[in-house]
């Protein structure tokens, strides 16, 4: 499945931004999305995940109680609300299908990367 990711931008620490991960899949409804991030040097990290219906998410703990995941299946789009940004939080934000709650290994990811949106916080 492709999406597309946008949102990202230039913001100081403390600020917000509200990512969104779009896709013309007809069966969005029906999958469980994540929103994985890849920091400069690093390797993709899961960050948050929401189950078909909603009705389940799951953080990673050093976002826990700053981000919001949430979806409207109506529009084909999850977002990513993300509050108290903090320089840590510097990454390529991308979506993709996986599993919600994360597996017992971590986190899952079941399609290819797309172009992903940009997060820089600035200290």
């Known amino acids: 499945v492709q999406f597309v990711e946008s949102g990202g931008g230039l913001v100081q620490t403390g600020g917000s931004l509200r990512l969104s991960c779009s896709t013309s899949?007809?069966?969005?409804?029906?999958?469980?999305i994540g929103w994985f991030r890849q920091a400069p040097g690093e390797e993709h990290k899961g960050v948050s995940c929401?189950?078909?219906?909603?009705?389940?998410?799951d953080y990673v703990d050093s976002v826990k109680g700053r981000f919001t995941i949430s979806r409207d299946n109506a529009k084909n789009v999850v977002y990513l609300q993300m509050d108290n940004l903090k320089p840590s939080d510097t990454a390529v934000y991308y979506c993709?299908?996986?599993?919600?709650?994360?597996?017992?290994?971590?986190?899952?990811?079941?399609?290819?990367w797309g172009q992903g949106t940009q997060v820089i916080v600035s200290s």
């Open positions: 899949e007809e069966t969005f409804a029906s999958l469980a």
């Open positions: 929401v189950s078909k219906n909603g009705y389940v998410t």
């Open positions: 993709q299908t996986t599993l919600c709650p994360r597996g017992r290994d971590g986190w899952y990811r079941f399609g290819s």
